[in-house]
């Protein structure tokens, strides 16, 4: 990894990203929290438990090991509230399409790595018509361990075939910071949710609030001028 030479590939992380939808998120969980009688602030979700994997949530919410059909309801019940409560404000983060064509354009590989499920991740790349630039998108399914683990990401390399060092990861959330040195990667934090000195001391090389203005000196490395 090193901060002067291009990247070969760029990979998104989704939820908070790509679009601004964390809030979302994490109403979704509190409400399934108050259904099931426990008390879980909201800060919980987005500290602790974004960027890991329903599987993982569960047990730690319920404090308790989370039979297989129990899991599936009960994440089933999350999801489908997060996105009926996301729905009427889906819309990329700005300059997000912009940015993915000047990337596809320079040549640069592009997938996505997210822990969400498949449904959301379809609800979100194919009701903004966004799948299209991505050659792969690395899910949950793909790995036993989410953020902070780097497992999502280098799958994501692995599946576009360049090696986790010619890689560079945007990511809103301190775990999926993590994951990304963790897996070699340059790491550019969004600050959607997290603020900027958080993202930087969980070890982001960059920071940027949306993808309409990157920070001079990354979008000279990306794009040579």
């Known amino acids: 990894m090193s901060l002067s030479s291009r990247p070969l590939a760029a990979i998104f992380d ?3 990203t790509l679009v601004d939808n964390m809030r979302f998120h994490v109403q979704a969980w509190v409400a399934l929290s108050h259904s099931l009688g426990l008390e879980a602030p909201a800060e919980r979700f987005e500290r602790e438990f974004n960027g890991r994997r329903n599987e993982e949530i569960l047990p730690a919410l319920l404090g308790r090991p989370v039979p297989p059909e129990e899991l599936a309801r009960l994440a089933e019940q999350k999801e489908s509230h997060y996105r009926a409560l996301f729905a009427p404000h889906l819309a990329p ?23 969400g499920p498949r449904a959301n991740r379809a609800f979100v790349l194919d009701g903004l018509e966004l799948r299209s ?29 360049v090696e986790p060092a010619a890689c560079v990861v945007f990511e809103d959330a301190v775990h999926g910071i993590h994951a990304a040195r963790a ?7 969004v600050t959607t949710l ?17 993808f309409a203005s990157l920070p001079a000196d990354f979008d000279a490395l990306l794009f040579g001028h």
């Open 93 to 115: 983060l700005r300059g997000t399409r912009e940015l993915l064509v000047r990337l596809r354009d320079a040549g640069l590989q592009l997938a996505v790595a997210s822990a």
């Open 14 to 16: 989704l939820d908070g």
């Open 194 to 210: 997290t603020p900027a000195e958080v993202l930087l001391e969980a070890g982001a090389h960059w920071v940027t609030s949306d």
């Open 183 to 189: 897996a070699g990667m340059l790491a550019v934090g």
């Open 133 to 161: 630039f991505f050659s792969h998108v690395a899910g949950a399914e793909d790995v036993t361990r989410g953020k902070p683990a780097p497992d999502l990401f280098l799958a994501a390399a692995r599946a576009l075939g």
